[in-house]
């Protein structure tokens, strides 16, 4: 079982807990005895089998049972002990017990309250508001049924209580640990990049685009979605004007996996203002990296890149030689984007296929037709790739793979979520059952460059309720906090910086580094094996452990976020600061 299937087993099991318990309660509160005693009998169960799953996922990391061992477990004993013992005592009267049969389901729901309201890390006032809780409604039930609580119990409860409301509440009202991000404003990076050789103007604005038949209302770079293709060659100094006509809310460029001076990185409120309507900005770099990359805006970015504005850029180390192309894939209001034009291709010519998922969420690419090899990954060249045959690939919102092959005098076809986006032929072939490539065990492995970290730090992504401003929402969160409360990781230039990402939500997290690619040492306690692997985009799945590392190289203020862009709308953004 995966941790990321127990993660859900448990969950599932907990509820049934509480219901268990609950039901109990109110059957015997009605006085039908043979149901209470049934669902006691199944909540006891399920509450000892959450003994196993508890155990287990504390065995996968501390960060996975926190609270499900600082709160749910002292919870769930007490519940079986109230409810166990009044059972035990087998009363004439079934509905003497109800009380204690709703007392233990408060207390697994309090539980379940605290996992899924606030998960990691478990905090005293938490436990203490969760064992508040249950006392009042334990109190309240009481009365109803009745029965009255002795007054020195309803005076210990209620100074419970109030000593929890007390600490919990200002445990939640305490400000927060991040300072507010400082704008040290460098604009243009006064490094010197050189005379542009290669100039180009953007120009944001509202569009309306055609996709398979249809009017799309969109917002494009020069009228159209993607934006014009970047390219250029290693060496190349680029000068991108953004001109903003009229999206009202901003936008800025992010040069995706690229690692351009931190002036030059795109982030609104942190690198830069947000160009509005009628402004411009230059950016300027050189193209030192080659490879496949991605631009696209920052500025509500969620919004902004879902409606359209994001294009190519790609950076080669020399003039073409074969066929090379380009396969964005974005989905425009529910509708899959046409791929570019397909030429026909000679036998025996050298294809690149250069594959980039500008969406939110994960795509299966599947290439049928040819043997090929992964060349490289988020634009770094793999070491040693072998050929695959009947092999898909997973590739992360935001990330990039290269494909290669040598054109077969028979048809190629891309298939992309079982969709054929690109092809030089009709091809027939069923890839849906294809096993997907685990790029950590791919192409041949050297050895990690660094044997100390000088930093480390662990990201656990969650979910939890979280006050914005003074609204309540339920954010996607990184050690319990979201943006802008999630405090930045503070490095020095020089230092090597490990990061340990743990998912113990319920779906997929694209982890992003901005300004710097993370060498990949593990995943799930099991270091790679394969080539080495820097990447930029890396999907962090429910249930993973992930241990990357870099280089602190690139001074500034970067963001570092899930790239499903409206996780990081909701919270999961925080920032790596150099000192
Ligand atoms: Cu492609 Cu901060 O993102
Ligand atoms: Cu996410």
Known sequence: MTVGSLVVADLLIAVLAAAGW????AASAARRRRLALGLAAFALLATVARAITITALARAGWWFAAEKILIAAPLSLAAVVVAGSRLLRAPADIRSAA??????????????LVTV??????????????????????????????????????RAALVVAVAALLTGTGLAAAPGAAPAVRHDHRPGDARAVGEPTRRVTLTAGTATVRVRGRDVAAWAFNGQVPGPELTA???DVLAVTLRNRDIARGVTLHWHGYDVPNG??????????????????????????????????????????????????VVRPAPVTGVDVTV???????????????????????????????????????????????????????????????TAVLIPAGGRYDLVFTAPATPVALFVDGRPVYSTGPVSTATGAWPVLDPLAYGVSSPVPWSRFDREFTLVLDRGLDLHGLLPRYAHTVNGAADPDIPPQVVRLGDVVKFTIVNRSLVVHPWHLHGHHVLVLSRNGKPTTGSPLWLDSFDVRPGDVWEVAFLADNSGMWANHCHNLAHADAGMLLHLMYR
């Not at 009380?99 to 379940?112: K, M, N, P, T, W």
């Not at 249950?134 to 609580?149: D, E, F, H, K």
């Not at 080659?290 to 294009?311: C, E, I, K, P, Q």
Request: glycine share 14%; net charge positive.
């Open 233 to 235: 060659t290693v060496g």
């Open 22 to 25: 609950l039901g109990g309660g």
């Open 328 to 390: 964005p894939v974005h989905t425009l209001s529910g509708l899959p984007l046409p791929a570019p034009e397909t030429e026909p291709v000679q036998a025996g010519v050298p294809v690149r296929l250069r594959l980039i998922n500008t969406d939110s969420t994960t795509h299966r690419y599947a290439l049928a037709g040819a043997p090929f090899r992964v060349a490289a990954i988020d634009g770094s060249d793999l070491r040693g790739p072998t050929p695959l045959v009947g």
């Open 99 to 112: 009380v204690s049969l709703l007392f233990a389901g408060y207390a697994q729901s309090a539980a379940l």
């Open 117 to 154: 309201l606030h998960g990691y890390p478990a905090s005293a006032g938490v436990g203490l508001l969760a064992v508040a809780g249950v006392v009042a409604a334990t109190a309240v039930s009481w009365r109803a049924l009745g029965a009255r609580p002795s007054r020195s119990v309803s």
């Open 264 to 313: 030059q990185d795109g982030v609104p409120g942190v690198t830069q203002a947000a160009v509005l309507p009628g402004q411009e900005f230059v950016y300027r770099f050189r193209a030192d990296q080659a490879g496949t990359y991605w631009y696209h805006t920052h500025a509500v970015s969620d919004v902004g890149v879902r409606m359209g504005l994001y294009g190519v850029l």
